[in-house]
């Protein structure tokens, strides 16, 4: 299962509490120690909000406190948190995003409380014996919302059993489900192909942007996607409206999606013949963009659109 939403809380760890401590010559309580910080990178493993399925606190480790003799506490290490490539960071109380949108982004997210001194140090001209030590200070915690959106150069969309997951399977190494009935696909499934990233999202219906069938838990990873391939099967009583039910759903999510580069792409070509081919391009190319008769059992047409792509 993939988790592509959650929420989180993330925190500095506590700084380490200050020594009280007297020897002969006077108080050397030591200083506690700073509370780690915590840091965020990028990894390209779009898996990696799973990590927080049952876990949504994470802090780093507070600092030691301090000792005798002067001697001060550990520092807490600092935490590295990896989130994958296209996560968007929502501060909930100041409401700052933060993109993680490149896989050498390293960023401080939650500084570690300072540590609190000891008794030694707060010795002064006024007080040479103080009986008292800081506490040390909390680190910075900061409630996050976490949405992760694909980074692709081609998103495949189309009403469900349109042949998206079996073109991604053939185009790509990737291993998507396949199968007849609606919602195969019910996770977003990746693929590469000379160096190019191509996203199968699932089947969108009717009702989509608005939370039916998979409604929009997925429509969100349209938006950072170049190129937009749309699928429709070429034994479809209405082509037009099968492109029309997705375009329209694509709209009311976001206007700005439907501004996307795009091609469509007649799947399963090899369950018509030449007329009936011709019949379905004819209706469609009022629509504007480019038209590819594909069939996974025709080589060649799968050759033509990696060379396309």
Known sequence: MLIDEVDITIAGGHGGRGKVSFQQVGPDGGN????????????????????????????????????????????????????????SLLNKKTGEIIELNDLDQNILICKGGLGGRGNRELKSSTNRSPKYAQPG?????????????????????????????????ELTNAHAVVGDYP???LEANLGVINKKIIADIPGLIEGASKGKGLGIKFLKHIEKVEMLLHCIAADSKDAENDYHTVNKELEEFDEKIIGKKRMILLTKSDLVDKKGLKKQIKKLLPIGYPIHPISIYDEESINNLKNLL
């Open 32 to 87: 506690g120690g700073k509370g780690g910080n915590v840091y965020l990178s990028v990894t390209s493993d779009l898996k990696a909000l799973n990590q927080f399925s049952s876990e949504k606190h994470v802090a780093a480790p507070d600092g030691e406190a301090g000792a005798s003799h002067g001697l001060s506490g550990k520092k807490g290490s600092n935490l590295e948190i990896r989130l994958p490539i296209g996560t």
């Open 137 to 169: 200070l909390p680190g910075e915690r900061k409630d996050l919302e976490l949405i992760l959106r694909y980074l692709a150069d081609f998103g495949l969309i189309g009403l469900p059993n349109s042949g998206k997951s079996s073109l991604l399977n």
């Open 183 to 185: 919602f195969t696909t």
